[in-house]
């Protein structure tokens, strides 16, 4: 199995193209840290890396390295699944700011344009925001693929700025950031933008949703054509999907996965009287709390609303070791600011709702793709406690 | 007031269990811990229950020789 270092691809991405088209399987990794990783992984496992596979490395945030395995064909017509459903025929360019390691820049943006034939371009992000700035404004018909916790960047760089020539903007990988979408308006006047659910496992689509189908930013919308969703009996989101990955390969070895196999997304949801599916949070971070049912997720996201910086929530037991969660502001609320977060607290729900502790930071730590380093946020001794519940 | 998520503006002395909404079951473990973090004072279970509002906790702790003014 080929290995390639994100960082170092040949400024025309020819090394990837070759690499896919090419009957060696490959592995996408963002450092040479993951390079280790990797090689450590497929050691015994190389058999089964057939000509047709790629894969990538995922350790979210837990930093247990796994290589999900992908099938080239099926990663094709997931694709074209995904231009269909976004009526994407008018897109000629997709501008990259995202890691093409990570999945969702890999195939909803490097992968469709190789097989839909339109232009791929990569940018340094926002570590050179005036060229990133000038690639979006002179790119006609132009496709984004974002995570929400880059708007904090375009607000602070691109304030005044809109972008009319960007048609299509996509955000995956973390909460959708609906009580953002005036200022994604005033960003993108003309983008058509989508809410795209799923996981890496899904390699990695299986939903989608347009903005303004609901004003609800944990509606993902209802799945793509071939997938299929469901819950158990617990609540957890599991899927089918004819594009998912066709293994996992971690310390314990190589899991196959079956066409037949209902595959955990690692999310708890439900689906709503309309047909459209719901996410409630990650599995590990929606339980019972003096019998009430808790998700994380669903009270962050209330309150986002109304705090400009950043939310986010980690599970951690109370003293007496009755599940509960902390809430993270950032950047450091005035006495004011953490009134108004309780007082929101207060009006949307009952107390087991509420976080057992009320923390800041001065900026949430990030993982490379974007998403909030949970175990990062968790670790860090310099948060400062500004409310704790006396229970 | 931190206990109950009231605004200053909501709070008196004279406010009794009814008239806080989120004076719930929970509330009242909440208050007897911050009673004891606070003024030193452990609430027994009964004395606890006992409590019907602002002032039921302001009675308990001067019988025990608990100034609450200070």
């Known amino acids: 199995m080929k290995i390639i270092n994100s960082s170092t691809l040949k400024a025309d991405y020819s090394d990837v193209q070759h690499a896919w088209t090419s009957k060696n399987a490959f592995c996408l990794v963002s450092d040479t840290g993951s390079r280790i990783s990797v090689k450590k992984l497929i050691f015994a496992q190389e058999p089964f890396l057939q000509s047709n596979h790629f894969a990538f490395l995922t350790s979210g945030s837990t930093g247990e390295p796994r290589l999900i395995v992908g099938d080239k064909t099926r990663s094709e017509s997931l694709v074209k699944t995904i231009h269909t459903a976004q009526s994407a025929d008018e897109v000629k360019t997709t501008i990259c700011t995202l890691p093409i390691s990570y999945s969702y820049a890999f195939i909803n943006q490097w992968l469709w344009a190789f097989v839909m034939q339109r232009n791929f371009v990569a940018t340094s992000g926002f570590s050179r925001p005036d060229a990133l700035k000038e690639v979006i404004q002179n790119s006609e018909n132009s496709m984004l693929c974002l995570v929400a916790s880059q708007l904090s960047m375009f607000r602070k760089f691109f304030e005044r700025t809109s972008f009319p020539k960007v048609i299509r903007v996509n955000f995956a990988g973390e909460s959708f950031p609906q009580e953002q979408m005036n200022f994604v308006s005033s960003l993108f006047p003309n983008a058509q933008v989508f809410n795209n659910y799923g996981c890496t496992e899904a390699m990695p689509r299986l939903t989608i949703r347009h903005a303004m189908a609901s004003g609800d930013s944990s509606n993902i919308g209802r799945p793509l054509r071939g997938v299929e969703l469901r819950t158990d009996s617990h609540g957890r989101l599991l899927f089918r999907s004819p594009y998912s990955a066709v293994a996992s390969v971690g310390p314990c070895g190589v899991h196959k996965y079956q066409d037949c196999d209902w595959i955990e997304t690692g999310d708890m949801g439900e689906q709503l009287p309309d047909g459209s599916w719901r996410v409630n949070g990650r599995s590990n971070e929606v339980f019972k709390r003096f019998g009430e049912k808790v998700s994380i997720a669903q009270v962050v996201g209330e309150l986002r609303f109304g705090w400009d910086g950043s939310i986010v929530g980690y599970a951690c037991d109370d003293a007496n070791g009755e599940p509960g969660w902390v809430l993270v502001a950032s950047p450091e609320p005035d006495k004011a600011q953490v009134r108004a977060l309780l007082l929101a607290l207060r009006e949307r729900y009952t107390r087991a709702h509420w976080p057992i502790r009320v923390e800041s930071m001065e900026s949430i730590p990030r993982l490379p793709n974007g998403k909030v380093d949970l175990v990062g946020v968790r670790l860090d001794e310099n948060k400062k406690l500004h409310w704790r519940q006396r229970i | ?70």
């Open chain 2, 1 to 70: 007031m931190d206990v109950l998520l009231l605004d200053e503006s909501e709070f008196g002395f004279g406010m009794g269990r009814d008239d806080i909404q989120t004076w719930d079951s929970l509330a009242v473990v909440a208050i007897s811990v911050g009673i004891d973090e606070e003024f030193g004072y452990h609430f027994s279970p009964e004395e606890a229950m006992g409590i019907k509002g602002v002032p039921d906790i302001i009675a308990l702790l001067e019988s025990k020789g608990i100034s609450f003014a200070e």
